[in-house]
């Protein structure tokens, strides 16, 4: 079992900067592929990162690279998500996730945070 709480959210203006975190406790976080998941009002949840267990390869939504880095420290049970350049249409709920293998699909994390709200204003 992996218990996941995010924080970082918050309001924020087109351009400006924001970093997510998400503690993780529980059982050997390095063990675990972490994802990011981003859910609008009214649509569906999204992914928009992911990382590694030793934190090696990541992968990102096109609709992010370059704007978003996704880290990890494996000593601390954290992983994070820089958001730079934030724009209107990223304001979303963002959701951290754990799982054992690796992929951008929702049905690929078996745990999930409870979500940090980022909202961006134009």
């Known amino acids: 079992q992996v218990q996941l709480v995010e924080s970082g959210g918050g309001l924020v203006q087109a351009g400006g900067s924001l970093r997510l975190s998400c503690a993780a406790s529980?059982?050997?976080?390095?063990?675990?592929?972490m994802g990011w998941f981003q859910q609008a009002p009214g649509k569906e949840r999204e992914f928009v990162a992911a990382?590694?267990?030793?934190?090696?390869?990541?992968t990102y939504a096109d609709s992010v690279k370059g704007r978003f880095t996704i880290s990890r420290d494996n000593a601390k049970s954290t992983l994070y998500l820089q958001m730079n350049s934030l724009r209107p249409e990223d304001t979303a709920v963002y959701y951290c996730?754990?799982?054992?293998?690796?992929?951008?699909?929702?049905?690929?994390?078996?745990?999930w945070g409870q979500g940090t709200q980022v909202t961006v204003s134009s």
């Open positions: 529980g059982r050997t976080f390095s063990a675990y592929v």
């Open positions: 990382i590694t267990g030793s934190g090696g390869m990541t």
């Open positions: 996730a754990a799982g054992r293998f690796w992929g951008r699909r929702m049905g690929e994390y078996d745990y």
